[in-house]
């Protein structure tokens, strides 16, 4: 049976859903009914919803309780998220796993409330600093909100890491139909490095500051390879009638969303257009692309942004192949029409 | 020498408490965090606390106290260490919670969380050192660092009219209705080293009792980075620091409010 459910009501239901029974946050839109979902539903499941003074201060608490082995889950939006990326590279460094939800509105700056897709770059290439990686997955509709959100705990406990669920405020803020059935919970290794107090056992420590001769060179070596496994086990993507396209359009979240009934006009035009949608924005499905690249004759990127990830695209498909560019940087009104791409693809279809 | 006396079997006064790691200091020669980590393991001894205790460890030379003490600890990005410490407490309510935290950490840049931290009435016990100067990284300008004095970043001396007043933590967080307990000691001398060992332990008393949060400032000499020896740091606590910062109680509540 599905629910009409909101998108940001949904990440705060896979949450319950997961396990999870820690939030700490701080008010910015287009996020808030997240932290408010939970401040309502919490307390009756003996949860802990905490207002931070800060998203500095937040980030920091979800470090506090995930370092004691519990799951727990921080939500924001752009400008909260740059306060937290100093807090995400500890976790990294340290091996704290956590999940972090970027419902994003527009920047840069104080920029905007509308849906963006402008964090693709801080998202996927480690926001703070440091060599660390973070997966990211990029839900584009309620149901994969849900799903994704669920899918990051498992993945955060499995390897250890801090886990990016990547939204934005038009996901956040419509209804859809929503299956709240889902796949079971991975087998997941014992968190027995987590701090509990030493009884029984020697004490532990949790630490990302490694001072001797060739520590940190060994420790971020062993991150590097746990970021191969991730490499080689959770890249997700979707793909639609790509199989015999000419022009392959790729796209994300909501651009992906808008693309998709883009792509299924232009077919009605008898246009061999496909979509390619990453789902994994890191790690990225680049091997998938580069074997598209071999049938298709262009690519077409769309995003809410002036050009993040078609980066990525260039990269795994190479100098071959055009890559045409459709950018709609955020703004009141600013979304992109499905005639407007459809426009786009009848421009540069081969 | 006189044979006949029986000899007397050496005996310690004070041993060395469960809870410090037996392992030499790699403090500067004079530098009072090796005295504050073993007051700190005493106290937690004497609540026999110590397979329930998780230290957070801050940024700066107080980061190390994880290589001193033989609890569970868990290390906190600079100045985050009582927004961490709200997480662990949170997740685990029958634990025994405190952080150690110097004055650029605790003072700075950490200044909104130990205050809101403070403020929420958190039942962990904070331990903080304040030496008038960033240790690690040099020797630069704290918000604690005395006015007139030299250092890396006040190389004329610290002037109000450009970087403000000294800050004086212990009796700002006791205004707070969260915090039960809030006082300032020094190790610079036997009898204030007894003093400070009763403050931190009412620090970690107010915490199991429930009653709030317990807030200890710890006026420590940092004679490496002050251009002193370590006689002259410790004369300059007692003649420049303290009449600055009392020494004293500025809270102690008996009960907590919901008691």
Not at chain 1, 7 to 18: R, V
Not at chain 1, 77 to 86: A, R, T
Not at chain 2, 225 to 235: H, N, Q, T
């Amino acid at each position: 049976m599905k629910k009409l459910i909101k998108g940001n009501d949904a990440i705060a239901m896979a949450a319950i859903e997961a396990g999870c029974r820690f939030y700490y946050g701080y008010p910015i839109t287009p996020q808030n009914d997240i932290p408010e979902y939970l401040a309502r539903e919490f307390p009756k499941i003996g949860g802990t919803f905490l207002q931070a003074e800060s998203e500095i201060g937040a980030i920091n608490m979800i470090l506090g309780s995930a370092a004691a082995g519990k799951r727990a889950m921080i939500s924001s939006s752009g400008p909260g998220i740059s306060l937290m990326q100093e807090g995400i590279s500890y976790m990294s460094g340290s091996e704290i796993p956590a999940v972090i939800v970027n419902i994003q509105r527009s920047g840069p700056g104080l920029g905007g409330i509308s849906p963006s897709q402008g964090d693709y770059f801080q998202a996927t290439r480690g926001g703070g600093h440091g060599d660390y990686r973070t997966p990211v997955f990029a839900p584009s509709s309620v149901q994969e909100m849900y799903d994704l959100t669920f899918l990051a705990f498992d993945v955060a406990d499995e390897y250890r890491n801090p886990v990016v669920v990547l939204a934005d405020g038009m996901l956040g803020q419509m209804k859809e139909p929503l299956d709240l059935r889902h796949p079971p919970q991975r087998e997941l290794p014992e968190k027995t490095w987590a701090l509990t107090g030493c009884a029984g056992r020697k004490p532990q420590l949790l630490k990302s500051l490694y001072l001797g001769h060739r520590e940190l060179d060994k420790h971020c070596w062993d991150l590097w390879k746990k970021y191969q496994r991730i490499i080689s086990r959770e890249i997700r993507f979707e793909e639609v009638e790509t199989k015999d396209a000419d022009l392959v359009v790729v796209a994300f979240g909501s651009a992906a969303r808008i693309s998709k009934t883009a792509v299924k006009d232009a077919r009605k035009e008898g246009l061999k257009v496909g979509l390619f949608r990453p789902i994994s924005l890191w790690p990225y499905p680049e091997q998938r692309l580069e074997e598209l690249a071999k049938t298709a004759k262009a690519f077409l990127v769309v995003e809410l942004n002036t050009g993040q990830m078609v980066e990525d695209v260039k990269m795994s498909v190479g100098k071959d192949k055009p890559i045409h560019f459709y950018g709609r940087p955020p703004g009141a009104d600013a979304l992109p029409m499905p005639i407007e791409i459809l426009d786009q693809i009848r421009e540069v279809y081969p | 020498m006189s044979q006949d006396k029986p000899a007397r079997e050496p005996r310690l006064v004070n041993p060395r408490p469960r809870t410090l790691i037996d392992r030499p200091s790699h403090f500067c020669p004079g530098c009072h965090h090796g005295i504050i980590h073993r007051l700190v393991a005493e106290a937690i001894d004497y609540f026999n606390v110590r397979e329930r205790a998780i230290g957070v460890a801050s940024v700066g030379c107080s980061v190390f106290l994880y290589d001193f003490m033989d609890t569970d600890v868990l290390e906190a990005p600079h100045g985050r260490a009582s927004a961490a410490a709200t997480g662990m407490r949170r997740a685990l309510p029958d634990k025994v919670i405190y952080t150690y935290q110097g004055d650029g950490d605790l003072a700075a840049i950490g200044t909104a969380e130990i205050i809101h931290t403070a403020n929420r009435g958190e039942t962990i016990s904070v331990v903080f050192v304040n030496n008038t100067n960033y240790g690690m990284t040099g020797g630069q300008m704290a918000p604690t660092t005395l006015l007139g004095q030299k250092t890396t970043t006040t190389p004329y001396g610290r002037d109000f009219r450009r970087d403000g007043y000294p800050i004086r933590m212990a009796e700002m967080l006791a205004t707070l209705e969260g915090v039960a307990f809030s006082a300032r000691g020094a190790v610079n001398k036997p009898a204030n080293v007894r003093r400070t060992r009763e403050l931190i332990r009412r620090a970690f008393e107010v915490q199991l009792k429930g009653i709030g949060l317990g807030f200890v400032e710890v006026l420590s000499a940092c004679p490496t980075d002050w251009g002193l020896k370590p006689l002259e740091a410790i004369k300059r606590v007692e003649e420049e620091l303290i009449p600055y910062y009392p020494l004293g109680i500025f809270k102690d509540k008996k009960e907590a409010d919901h008691l």
